[in-house]
Antibody
């Protein structure tokens, strides 16, 4: 069974940084593209960033481009999201999501999410 | 700014049929947008129901189906069950980025 477990969320001040992790198990992690998707309190889903199976290709929403960096360590079965210059509007639950294949744009399994709160 | 539009809310009776739609501000939705549909219940993570317009995951109940309808992506629930009450989201692919719709709150009443 595929399991995705996010961690690293918490309270951070505006302008601060945070690194989220998503530990994957029950799959050959290096074979799948991955994404980060967020959900602000009481709001809808917003795609944040994606990465190919090898980590060669990365993609970002305009709202986070230049501030967030997605990466992965296939030897550790872990996906990361480095978030810098955080703003109040980045407050959200952040989910990692697995895609169907290494290059697929289709979504598959989701983690349970980790809450990031940006406030002073 | 690309916008993906869904009905904000819909109500259906148990055992009934309902269709949710997903429209793109850029024009007609085609299979090339790889529409995916997700179900989210309160306090839970989203669950993917449909990918590539009409393909089901192993866990997707048979009463859920996806299609293209009148230039939009569509999710149809046939024989609705009380446990189908949830928020439903679509996502479209725009070449390197994905854009989610605002979601449809489905009430089973």
């Amino acid at each position: 069974e595929v399991q995705l477990l996010e961690s690293g969320g918490g309270l951070v001040q505006p302008g601060g940084s945070l690194r989220l992790s998503c530990a994957a198990s029950g799959l050959t992690f290096s074979k799948y593209a991955m994404s980060w998707v967020r959900q602000a309190p009481g709001k809808g889903l917003e795609w944040v960033s994606g990465i190919s199976d090898t980590g060669t290709f990365t993609y970002y929403a305009d709202s986070v481009k230049g501030r967030f960096t997605i990466s992965r360590d296939n030897s550790k079965n872990t996906l990361y999201l480095q978030m810098n210059s955080l703003r109040a509007e980045d407050t959200a639950v952040y989910y990692c999501a697995k895609h169907l294949t290494g290059t697929s744009v289709n979504f598959d399994s989701w983690g349970q999410g980790t809450l990031v709160t940006v406030a002073s | 700014q690309t916008v993906v539009t869904q009905e904000p809310s819909l109500t259906v009776s148990p055992g009934g049929t309902v269709t949710l739609t997903c429209a793109s501000s850029t024009g007609a939705v085609t299979s090339g947008f790889y529409p995916n549909w997700f179900q989210q219940k309160p306090g839970q993570a989203p669950r993917t129901l449909i990918y590539s317009t009409s393909n089901k995951h192993s866990w997707t109940p048979a009463r859920f189906s996806g299609s293209l309808l009148g230039g939009k992506a569509a999710l149809t629930l046939s024989g609705v069950q009380p446990e189908d009450e949830a928020d439903y989201y679509c996502v479209l692919y725009y070449g390197l980025t994905h854009v989610f719709g605002g979601g449809t709150k489905l009430t089973v009443l």
